[in-house]
């Protein structure tokens, strides 16, 4: 399976479970601060959103630095604990980093952040880079985060496979131009969200198999 292709994975609802703890803190930083709790409708809504962002729908404007601080200490102490990375994810990324298959996570979350939960799970070393997000960078749908990793890489766009549980993963894959897009059922959206990806799958041995087949197909394209 060893390929020039290379894999671009969301984090949250993709390679980990986070979609509750996730809620719970934000409507836990926002009861914190006096304000009303998120609907479960905003919250999909907000998926792969910035952190400055959700938290404008409820406050004030002075008060978001000190809330997405208070809310990103609260997640690592009281949340990260009780996430649990997704059954056979480690399993894949490990396999694949013994076949030579580049891997990069591509989130919302802060870049820091990000790869301090992928560590946490002893999933950092099975991947080559993260792109988080930073003030001034751009977030999916839009491709920038994309292009980053595959300028990082030293890779091609089109040698690139987009995985994602939500439709910002599968329309930044599309906006960049990547060979495929897979959305995934286990995260946050449902199978209507995630319509326009060119796979959709339930479990993570159904992925792994479309990797592989979309990998070998790629590489006997090239060879002719």
Same mark, same amino acid.
């Given at each position: 399976?060893?390929?020039?292709?290379?894999?671009?994975?969301?984090?949250?609802?993709?390679?980990?479970?986070?979609?509750?703890?996730?809620?719970?803190?934000?409507?836990?930083?926002?009861?914190?601060?006096?304000?009303?709790?998120?609907?479960?409708?905003?919250?999909?809504?907000?998926?792969?959103?910035?952190?400055?962002?959700?938290?404008?729908?409820?406050?004030?404007?002075?008060?978001?630095?000190?809330?997405?601080?208070?809310?990103?200490?609260?997640?690592?102490?009281?949340?990260?604990?009780?996430?649990?990375?997704?059954?056979?994810?480690?399993?894949?990324?490990?396999?694949?980093?013994?076949?030579?298959?580049?891997?990069?996570?591509?989130?919302?979350?802060?870049?820091?952040?990000?790869?301090?939960?992928?560590?946490?799970?002893?999933?950092?070393?099975?991947?080559?880079?993260?792109?988080?997000?930073?003030?001034?960078?751009? $977030?999916?749908?839009?491709?920038?985060? =994309?292009?980053?990793?595959?300028?990082? %890489?030293?890779? @091609?766009?089109?040698? +690139? *496979?987009?995985?994602?549980?939500?439709?910002?993963?599968?329309?930044?894959?599309?906006?960049?131009?990547?060979?495929?897009?897979?959305?995934?059922?286990?995260?946050?959206?449902?199978?209507?969200?995630?319509?326009?990806?060119?796979? $959709?799958?339930?479990?993570?041995?159904? =992925?792994?198999?479309?990797?592989?087949? %979309?990998?070998? @197909?790629?590489?006997? +394209? *090239?060879?002719?």
């Amino acid at each position: 399976m060893n390929s020039s292709m290379i894999l671009l994975f969301d984090l949250d609802g993709t390679l980990i479970d986070s979609k509750k703890l996730i809620s719970h803190a934000l409507n836990h930083t926002l009861e914190k601060f006096g304000y009303r709790r998120l609907t479960e409708e905003e919250i999909i809504n907000t998926i792969n959103t910035p952190l400055r962002e959700i938290f404008a729908i409820r406050a004030k404007k002075e008060e978001i630095p000190k809330m997405r601080e208070f809310y990103r200490r609260y997640y690592l102490e009281e949340c990260l604990p009780k996430t649990k990375v997704i059954p056979g994810i480690p399993e894949l990324l490990k396999e694949l980093k013994e076949n030579k298959i580049k891997t990069a996570v591509i989130t919302t979350r802060n870049e820091k952040m990000a790869e301090y939960i992928l560590e946490h799970f002893n999933l950092i070393n099975y991947v080559d880079t993260v792109v988080g997000h930073l003030d001034g960078r751009k $977030i999916k749908p839009d491709p920038e985060p =994309l292009f980053i990793a595959i300028e990082r %890489l030293k890779g @091609k766009i089109d040698n +690139s *496979i987009m995985i994602g549980d939500s439709p910002v993963d599968i329309e930044a894959g599309l906006h960049a131009r990547c060979y495929s897009t897979i959305g995934v059922l286990w995260g946050f959206a449902s199978i209507e969200m995630l319509k326009k990806a060119h796979f $959709i799958v339930d479990n993570v041995a159904d =992925l792994s198999n479309i990797l592989t087949e %979309l990998i070998n @197909k790629k590489n006997t +394209s *090239i060879l002719e």
